[in-house]
């Protein structure tokens, strides 16, 4: 396993290696370039090969909805959806409310 850090490099003696990425600090949403340059016993160096991953937010975001549990008959009352979030790395930027009608 190694963390990747922009511009340096990692030498390895196995031919792959697990990115580990840290929650703290993920890799960008995007397009991301990784190269290979491999050496053989004799010491020469090959051209760096390179391979664009794509990382995406394809984790469905979290709707928490906060509400008064007793409303007086007539009266007006709020519905908070600010605890909502995603953890996928993106941002909550629409709630769409619906009034479902009576609980039974």
Sequence with gaps: MAEFIIGTEIKSDVPTIEVTVNPDRPLPIGRQRFQLVVVDDAGN????????????????????????????????????????????????????????????
């Design 45 to 104: 160096v090959s051209r760096a090969d390179e391979v664009v991953i794509i990382v995406a937010d394809q984790s469905a975001p979290t709707a928490v909805i906060r509400a008064p549990s007793l409303v007086p008959s007539g009266q007006s009352f709020t519905l908070d959806g600010s605890a909502s979030f995603d953890v996928g790395g993106g941002r909550v930027t629409t709630w769409v409310w619906t009034y479902a009608g009576p609980a039974v």
